[in-house]
């Protein structure tokens, strides 16, 4: 199971791909859309804190079954 685990993470790891070029246009774009007194840049904002703030959420929620896990194998040893 722990290769499997492995494997996975290491295929995650090497097919990165760099996607820096988005972020210049979606500030350029937020940017010109403020000048002009629109709110899209609001929303934007939002859409990103809502996409960075879900993984983070998953992987607590991971590590918080883990914890409860191991914690139960250890009462039972």
Known sequence: MKRLLYITFLVLIISQVDVLAQCAMC????ES??????????GLNT?????????????????????????RIKQNA
Do not use: C
């Open 27 to 30: 500030k350029a774009v937020a």
């Open 33 to 42: 859309d403020l000048e002009g007194g629109g709110t899209a840049a609001t």
């Open 47 to 71: 859409g990103i804190l809502y996409l960075m703030g879900f993984p983070y959420l998953m992987l607590s929620a991971v590590g918080l079954f883990w914890y409860r896990h191991n914690k």
